[in-house]
């Protein structure tokens, strides 16, 4: 999948020199046959790609029962912002 990813990068890569160096052509058009040949579907296609590998370490993070850093509640090391003041009653 990664030479395949590379080859087509190459590929959109030389249509964009051409676009951009052609008599008829513009930078802007090259940025956009950069963007919407090259850079769009492979992030389309590397996020289908990768999706059960994703899938395989989330569960296997939930397996595990390891709560992420990230996901701690006490990480922080500071008080808790949403906390609710205490209400006295008056005797």
């Not at 040949?37 to 569960?59: D, H, K």
């Amino acid at each position: 999948m990664l030479l395949i990813a590379i080859a087509w990068i190459y590929v959109v890569l030389m249509l964009a020199v051409v676009e951009a160096t052609s008599s008829n052509g513009t930078l802007l058009g090259a940025l956009f046959t950069l963007l919407l040949y090259g850079v769009m579907p492979l992030g389309i296609v590397g996020y289908l790609f990768f999706a059960p590998a994703r899938r395989r370490a989330r569960r296997a993070l939930e397996a595990a029962s390891i709560v992420p850093v990230a996901m701690a509640p006490d990480d922080g090391r500071h008080a808790a912002g949403d906390t609710v003041a205490p209400v006295r009653k008056e005797p």
